[in-house]
Each structure stands twice: as structure tokens, then as C-alpha cells.
């Protein structure tokens, strides 16, 4: 589970950017797109099926 990575490993190992589908968003359990957000990562692209979120150096 993506949260769960975020969740317990140092920001040292978060990665730059990270592409998520999103097409059966409705079905999450936990809304990692909005963690990410949460977490300093910003929407920076989104096609009709993915989400791609970066965040800053």
C-alpha cells in the first residue's frame, strides 16, 4: 500500500515523483493521491486514467 510506505519510510527514500492510476479512485480505500498532497507533493499531470505528483528538492 502506497500510504503505508509514506507513512513509515524516511523521507529520504520518498521518491521525486510518483504516477498513480487513478481510474478506480471511487473503490479506495485510502485516498493516496490526497495523502501525497498532504505530504508536500503537488499535481503536476493527469491523463484520463493517471495522476502524476512530484515533489520539490
Not at 5 to 18: E, I, Y
Not at 20 to 34: K, N, S, V
Not at 42 to 48: E, P, Q, S, W
Amino acid at each position: 500500500m502506497l500510504t503505508g510506505f509514506f507513512r513509515d519510510a524516511p523521507q529520504s527514500l520518498w521518491p521525486r515523483a510518483v504516477a498513480i492510476e487513478h481510474l478506480q479512485r471511487a473503490g479506495w480505500q485510502h485516498d493516496c493521491i490526497d495523502d501525497m498532497i498532504k505530504r508536500g507533493y503537488a499535481v503536476i499531470g493527469k491523463t484520463r486514467s493517471n495522476t502524476l505528483l512530484a515533489r520539490p528538492i
